[in-house]
């Protein structure tokens, strides 16, 4: 697997590429992950790390500039992996990943998959890195269309990722949806004690006569962090008895000072600044609500999978995406990027226990029923099988 980013964080894509190491390791695979300096190991993975920039061994979440060269030593790294190793198929994560993943495959003769997560010029215009519409827009866009092109099988990290590729790329040969997943066992809302919860909520600060919505991942804006703080504050000026408890980086301070600037308290926001992946039940089990108000249109929201197995209710805002994991069983706000309508959405699940805690159910079950890693593994090592039998290196055999 190559993966350009500091692999293990306690985000996104990085638990994509965890969990689906972890299931293929299962299905008795032997994977080696290729990836940045930066990143913590992870128990029982095969992690092989390039060297550092000279001048900046560091690097900012989302696209960056020092990603480029980032990229050229994790080539490097690859190919001395590849030459080493002698991988029977490659698995480039995102499209730096499969770029990479395709000069090797030639090299190595083996088949490519590529992991995809969302739009390349999508994720960079949502960082602000190009504009769209501009010169350097127009580039990267045919690079990511040529990078669409060159694998043997694409799988996407959602069915809206599938019909992007179709509609937008043209790519629908060879495009496999593998949806993200949750790990069932670990997130279990049952193997929490109740004393053990109130506990944590008294060390968090969190007053117990409070209804506890939940957020955990990347702070930014194009995840909704700011309609966020805007619906919360629009609930407590109605004296609504809500705590926000917000788990995430990066830009911790920045939006502590928002929240402060509108008028809510330490009481009212919890900011717990980096939570790791392995503490993160401890954490979310916490809530009575969970949020989702991301705006992008273009990536996964795999937090809502931990959200439902958790059995939480989930506010989200109206994308295709939240559609896909939550179905009919979603509290919707709309139009996208609406605070009062978050707020609204917000305030009807405190107004109504009873339908919170029966569509936490439900969506535990549906958790169960569409999005097991276990099932997964399955289905990637199918889609593995397939290609080598097809190219006539069934390794197995």
């Not at 500091?6 to 990836?35: K, N, P, W």
């Not at 936490?360 to 999005?371: D, I, K, W």
């Not at 097991?372 to 080598?388: D, H, P």
Request: proline residues 6%.
């Amino acid at each position: 697997m190559i993966a350009p980013t500091s692999f293990f964080l306690d985000y996104g894509c990085h638990i994509r590429i965890l969990e689906e190491a972890r299931a293929l390791l299962a299905q008795g695979m032997e994977v080696r992950i290729v990836t940045y300096y930066l990143g913590r190991d992870w128990p029982g993975l095969d992690i092989a790390r390039c060297s550092p920039t000279p001048w900046r061994a560091d690097y900012e979440v989302g696209s960056s500039r020092h990603k480029i060269a980032f990229d050229v030593l994790l080539s490097w790294r690859a190919l001395i992996e590849t030459l080493h190793w002698r991988p029977h198929l490659i698995h480039g994560h995102l499209h730096e990943g499969a770029l990479i993943g395709y000069v090797l495959s030639k090299i190595a003769r083996v088949p490519l998959v590529f992991d995809f997560q969302g739009s390349l010029t999508g994720e960079m215009t949502d960082h602000g890195f190009i504009k769209e519409g501009s010169v350097m827009h127009y580039w990267w866009r045919r690079l990511e269309e040529r990078i669409v092109e060159m694998p043997d099988v694409i799988v996407t990290s959602t069915i809206h990722s599938a019909e992007l590729l179709a509609h937008s790329f043209g790519r629908e040969e060879g495009v496999i949806p593998l949806p993200d997943s949750v790990n069932l066992d670990y997130f279990c809302r049952d193997c929490f004690l109740p004393e053990e919860k109130s506990a944590r909520r008294t060390q968090l600060g969190i007053p117990q006569d409070r209804t506890l919505i939940v957020y955990l991942g990347l702070l930014a804006d194009y995840q909704g962090i700011p309609q966020l703080l805007q619906a919360a504050a629009d609930l407590r000026a109605r004296d609504l008895p809500v705590s926000f408890l917000i788990m995430g980086f990066p830009n911790v301070e920045g939006y502590r000072q928002q929240a402060y600037t509108l008028g809510l308290t330490a009481q009212d926001v919890i900011f717990t600044g980096k939570v790791p992946y392995e503490e993160a039940p401890q954490y979310l089990v916490l809530g009575d609500i969970a949020v989702a108000p991301k705006i992008s249109a273009t990536e996964g929201s795999g937090k809502i999978l931990n959200y439902i197995a958790l059995q939480l209710p989930v506010v989200a805002y109206d994308t295709p995406v939240s559609r896909e994991y939550l179905g009919s069983l979603g509290v919707y706000a709309s139009p996208i990027g609406d605070a009062p309508a978050l707020a609204r959405a917000i305030e009807m699940l405190v107004r109504n226990p009873k339908i919170a805690k029966d569509l936490g159910e439900l969506l535990r079950e549906r958790a169960g029923r569409h999005f097991s890693w276990e099932r997964s593994g399955r289905k990637l090592l199918q889609v593995y099988e397939k290609l080598w039998t097809h190219s006539g290196k069934d390794e197995r055999q």
